[in-house]
């Protein structure tokens, strides 16, 4: 098992440009999460989706948007990147079953807008 | 709303040294707690979890105790070693909550010298 893939590991932007960050689990997992995570913030939910076909804004969804494309995959789009959003990007996945609220996250995808 | 506060790094200890991070949190409801562990250049792992009162959480020689009457998760090990120079999360679960989503603390910087 690979766990959580995401690609790319890295990429700079211009400010204006778009581009989509791509997350895949193999662990037959419910629900899907992706966060951003930034020197002294800790991390904060962009979006998430619990099951296949349903997503949901989390804390800090302005600027982004997702894509639920099956049970494995779930996109993050930045239509027109802006230098607040370099950050370090992280999907995670869970379950979703009853009295399990382990997240197994990925390895990141470090974005850099200028 | 549900938060997670933890002590301010960076810390910095002697290979031997015990290590106490401070995690306490404002839930309503019974949350689980959980100790998330992120190595420089990776994604974040769980190190260990606790999901009711009283319960101790342990992995890898570190411990942690869900604290009800404190609100408290402090997570110690009585011996620390250079590997363990990491950032650690503190995070919350609420089944009450949005699809068991995780609210994380800031982080802790931990750097053990030899």
């Known amino acids: 098992n690979a766990g959580v893939t995401q690609t790319p590991k890295f990429q700079v932007l211009k400010t204006g440009q778009s581009m989509t960050l791509q997350c895949a689990q193999d662990m037959n997992h419910n629900s899907m999460y992706w966060y951003r995570q930034d020197p002294g913030m800790g991390l904060r939910l962009i979006y998430y989706?619990?099951?296949?076909?349903?997503?949901d804004k989390g804390e800090v969804p302005n600027g982004y948007n997702v894509s639920r494309l099956n049970k494995r995959e779930f996109s993050l789009r930045l239509e027109s990147a802006a230098p607040s959003q370099t950050s370090v990007y992280f999907c995670?996945?869970?379950?979703?079953?009853?009295?399990?609220?382990?997240?197994?996250f990925g390895p990141g995808t470090r974005l850099t807008v200028l | 709303g549900n938060s997670v506060t933890q002590m301010e790094g960076p810390v910095t200890l002697s290979e031997e040294a015990f290590l106490t991070i401070n995690c306490t949190y404002t839930a309503t409801g019974y949350p689980s707690l959980f100790w998330y562990v992120q190595y420089p250049g990776e994604g974040l792992q769980l190190l260990l979890k606790a999901t009711k009162a009283d319960d101790k959480g342990s992995n890898k020689g570190f411990e942690a105790t869900y604290r009800k009457e404190t609100t408290s998760f402090h997570l110690e090990k009585g011996s620390v070693q250079v590997s363990d120079s990491a950032v650690y999360f503190c995070a919350l679960s609420d089944y009450g909550g949005s699809q068991g989503n995780l609210i994380f603390g800031k982080g802790t910087k931990l750097s053990v010298k030899p």
């Open positions: 989706s619990a099951s296949e076909g349903t997503t």
């Open positions: 995670a996945s869970r379950p979703g079953t009853s009295g399990n609220n382990e997240q197994f």
